[in-house]
């Protein structure tokens, strides 16, 4: 039986009056071309609802987003902050939380790889450029779909040396990053500006983190099996 991957919904953005939890559509390709059955989870303050998601699902992808709000590891706002909700991060966090419980896979994605590392007690630069002196760029200036930004190095031993050697060239859509590792994670890629680009868990069945968007690999007519996700699909 193919495994069902909750996909938690896309952090909300303002549409005209409302907000909307949003999800695009190359997640899910990516995830039915791997194997799995895919299915969409807003995130609200329910946590009956994150207890049911949480039993019916047999692993979980955290997409990309807007930022997250410092509140949530104990930081005050930066002046380069970019737009967040701090009710979102708070279910969301309650919600990984929920999973890590029950030792299901867990595959975390640019905004969604820097928020599972504050579920593990980690923090985040809020803003790369004016915090990290001598980083180099990593909001994409590259228009085509999919095409890579930078090098990342990557460490011995790990999921993607696995997959992909010990080097390899990812997109870049970010102006936040891993600052401090969480309690059991480990960094195994970095930039050559030594930004954390992935990290994996130590004492975890499958949790990894990284900071590209994988998903954007999916080609047009829709069947590309991307190493990642055929690794997470087989986890779960």
């Known amino acids: 039986m193919r495994p069902l991957i909750g996909v938690f919904a896309h952090a909300p953005r303002t549409l005209e009056f409302f907000a909307v939890q949003t999800c695009p559509e190359t997640y899910l390709m990516a995830l039915e071309n791997a194997g799995a059955d895919p299915v969409i989870l ?5 946590d009956e609802t ?3 998601y949480v039993q019916m699902c047999d692993g979980f992808v955290l997409p990309g987003g807007i930022d997250v709000n410092p509140l949530t590891y104990g930081e005050d706002p930066h002046p380069l902050l970019q737009g967040n909700r701090l009710d979102f ?4 966090l309650h919600l990984i939380r929920l999973i890590l419980e029950t030792k299901k896979p867990l595959l975390g994605i640019c905004r969604g790889c820097q928020i599972l590392n504050v579920a593990f ?3 985040l630069y809020q803003d790369i450029v004016s915090m990290r002196e001598g980083a180099q760029l990593h909001s994409q200036t590259e228009l085509t779909p999919g095409a890579t930004s930078h090098r990342i190095k990557i460490e011995p031993g790990s999921i993607l040396e696995e997959l992909y050697g010990s080097e390899m060239r990812v997109n870049s859509f970010h102006h936040q990053a891993v600052k ?5 994670l480990k960094a195994t890629a970095r ?3 030594g930004i954390i680009e992935a990290y994996e868990a130590v004492d975890y069945p499958f949790v990894l983190g990284v900071q590209w968007h994988p ?3 999916t080609n047009a007519d829709r069947t590309a099996i991307l190493p990642i996700f055929k690794r997470f699909v087989e986890a779960c």
Request: proline share 4%; charged share 40%; hydrophobic share 15%.
């Open 42 to 46: 807003p995130v609200y303050d329910s």
């Open 89 to 92: 991060d708070e279910c969301e």
């Open 215 to 217: 998903e954007q690999e």
């Open 180 to 184: 401090d590792l969480g309690n059991g």
């Open 50 to 52: 994150l207890r049911r």
């Open 121 to 123: 007690g980690g923090t």
């Open 191 to 193: 930039a050559y500006d």
